[in-house]
């Protein structure tokens, strides 16, 4: 190990840092806001690193032990995960402080999960790519169960325990049947094996196809979907903004790596299948969000919809596409995090049941008019309404696509954000909607915008707008994607 | 792929095993005797009765105990890997294995201050505090 490739793995060094020192500061000291404090203190001096590394270095991709590599596309997707991350501790902190059990352990869950993510950022070997998912995905089991009183949670933690090792265990069958083939585990000999795809090598195509549910069930694209609304479901809201922003975008790197990054575009029998997948997510989410009552399974299919709008960007070769992928990323992540944001201020001090009935938020206007204010305009974004930061995602994906003359993809994408429109609305026309007095549920405490996590929305909020009006510097950003 | 020698052997095998199996079966099913009684039908097992009732309870501790060894005796593995190569590693295996072994004793002490290695739970070391109180201040008394 050279000092170049130390400094390479800094952030990974310091996130693995903080969580040893998180759990000795549990064991030392078990205080809440002193043990969120030492995660949220790592994981900046992490993002710091990174950030550093991103202005200073000339970004040259360092290649450390040949199972990772530190190159633009790793810490482009290293930030996104850390400020994600922070954004999650945040709400973590506003949510938990009034559990009545443990409320610690939460931060050594997130630290090891964004460990997870950050390792799966820099995989260019499909053994980090085991140590990264599973690191990514077992803590999560864990978040999932935390409020082990409630049977719910129990529930949703051992669906997601058997279902993910399910899909884990499927992707590295896909991973072994290509390495029988082509007797390499470099994730860029899998990328050209999938590119070279013929139907005259069934090996490849098994694995391909094996890789392809294993990953599509981390992404929660249909037809793997199943367990995405009823995980998200009986998840604490902070663990459920979790799964959908930074967990999801972990794999997604590495499956720009796996189909994207490849010298040469896309095997068409591959391509077909990801153009399968990317129709029925985005139709399919659609559709079934349209008649739920529960937020946080309408938010699970609208998640569901919007990584089928991603997942265009695969079936479409060229460092454009790479800029859209990132730029939409970007934009997801922000407003998935305002969302779930304000959907954990309002439940935090109830306790015994998350505010996620469309009714609890029934004329919530009228009595949290700035709380609303955001939730609204995060909703707005996530329709893709112009002005806001998801308009930009969604037009970068579009235009994406149009490029490439993939109208199948594009028609699906704009009727399911038709379709999405009207469920969007809907939520927004119950929070302005008025309401019997008496008959309210939420009652989350009016200092919301002292907290920390009231900041973060109220940040979140800026840059949503800021995204939405002025997207340059995003787009520049994000040309970091394509160079691998 | 089907005309290789390796192929037809390990076709043979296969064959032979399943044709093994159904023979050994199939004659002592036709040929054997048969005799039926109560005792008979349950698995034997050297005169032990092996059935038990089937809501036997066990404490969770015995789960936890046996998982903290899986975690220990696992993590203790990796450390043999590196004994067998430690001239060939150098300092920077060292400072690995000793950053490794650090996180170890650091769990441990997790372990240990959330009371994980407790074997009694909680609410019976509190009766037990208060159980030894009462009766120091009885003997004072009397």
């Known amino acids: 190990m050279t000092s170049v490739q130390l400094w390479a793995l800094l952030p990974l060094l310091i996130a693995t840092a903080s969580i040893v020192a998180t759990m000795l500061a549990i064991a030392v000291y078990r205080h809440h806001r002193f043990c969120a404090s030492v995660t949220v203190g790592g994981m900046n001096l992490a993002l710091i690193a990174v950030v550093y590394d991103l202005i200073t270095g000339d970004n040259l991709a360092v290649p450390v032990t040949g199972l990772m590599t530190v190159d633009a596309a790793a810490r482009f997707g290293m930030v996104l995960i850390l400020v ?41 070997h499909t053994a980090t790519l085991l140590v990264g998912i599973e690191l990514l995905s077992l803590p999560m089991v864990a978040g999932v169960a935390y409020s082990m009183d409630e049977r719910r949670a129990i529930e949703g933690g051992i669906k997601y325990l058997i279902l993910s090792a399910a899909a884990s265990a499927a992707l590295f069958f896909g991973v072994a049947l290509i390495y029988a083939h082509i007797g390499s585990l470099d994730l860029s000999a899998m990328s ?43 998840a604490p809201t902070p663990i459920t903004a979790y799964l959908a922003t930074v967990s999801k975008l972990g794999v997604f790197v590495v499956v720009l790596r796996l189909f994207h990054y490849g010298s040469s575009p896309i095997s068409p029998l591959i391509l077909t299948a990801l153009v ?8 399919v989410g659609s559709l079934l969000a349209l008649r739920q009552n529960n937020l946080k399974r309408l938010l699970a ?28 990323l970007a934009t997801y992540l922000v407003t998935s995090l305002g969302v779930f944001g304000v959907m954990a201020l309002v439940s935090s001090p109830m306790g015994e049941r998350d505010a996620e009935h469309i009714d609890d938020y029934r004329g919530l206007f009228w009595r949290r008019p700035y709380l609303t204010s955001i939730l609204t305009a995060m909703l707005l974004s996530l329709a893709g309404i112009p002005l806001t930061a998801g308009f930009i995602g969604k037009f970068a994906v579009i235009s994406a696509g149009v490029g490439a003359a993939q109208w199948l993809l594009v028609g699906s994408l704009i009727v399911s954000s038709a379709i999405s429109i009207y469920y969007y609305l809907r939520i927004v026309s119950a929070l302005f909607s008025a309401v019997a007095a008496g008959s309210e549920r939420v009652s989350e405490p009016m200092g919301w915008a002292q907290s920390f996590g009231g900041l973060m929305l109220v940040v979140a909020m800026i840059v949503m707008l800021w995204l939405g009006v002025y997207p340059q510097p995003l787009y520049l950003l994000s040309g970091q994607l394509a160079q691998h | 792929m089907t005309t290789s020698p390796e192929f037809w052997s390990i076709a043979v095998y296969i064959v032979a095993v399943l044709g093994l199996c159904t023979v050994m079966l199939g004659l002592s099913a036709l040929l054997g005797g048969r005799s039926g009684a109560r005792a008979r039908n ?22 936890l105990v046996a998982v903290f060894f899986v975690i220990f005796d696992v993590e203790a593995l990796f450390l043999y890997a590196w004994a067998v190569s430690v001239r060939e590693s150098g300092w920077v295996g060292f400072v690995e294995a000793a950053v490794f072994i650090f996180i170890l004793l650091a769990s441990l002490v997790y372990l240990a201050r959330i009371g994980a290695l407790d074997w009694a739970p909680a609410s019976r070391k509190k009766r037990q505090a208060l159980q030894v109180h009462p009766k120091n201040q009885g003997g004072a008394s009397v």
């Open chain 1, 301 to 328: 299919y609208s998640s569901i919809a919007h990584f089928g709008y991603l997942t265009i960007v695969l079936a479409v070769p060229g460092d454009e596409s790479l800029r859209a992928a990132g730029v939409y």
């Open chain 1, 84 to 124: 994600t991350t922070l954004g999650v501790l945040t709400l973590c902190h506003a949510y938990f402080e009034g559990y009545k059990r443990n409320r610690e352990e939460i931060y050594l869950l997130i630290g090891l999960g964004t460990l997870g993510a950050l390792t799966l950022a820099c995989a260019t």
């Open chain 1, 192 to 234: 050209q094996a999938l590119s070279a795809a013929s139907l005259d090598q069934p090996l490849v195509l098994a694995g391909a196809a094996m890789m392809i549910a294993g990953l599509g069930f981390k992404l929660s694209l249909v037809p793997f979907h199943q367990w995405t609304p009823d995980v998200y479901e009986s």
């Open chain 2, 42 to 63: 349950e698995p034997f097992e050297s005169g032990v009765v092996s059935a038990s009732p089937e809501n036997l309870r066990l404490s969770a501790k015995f789960y």
């Open chain 1, 276 to 283: 399968g997948l990317a129709v029925a997510s985005m139709l």
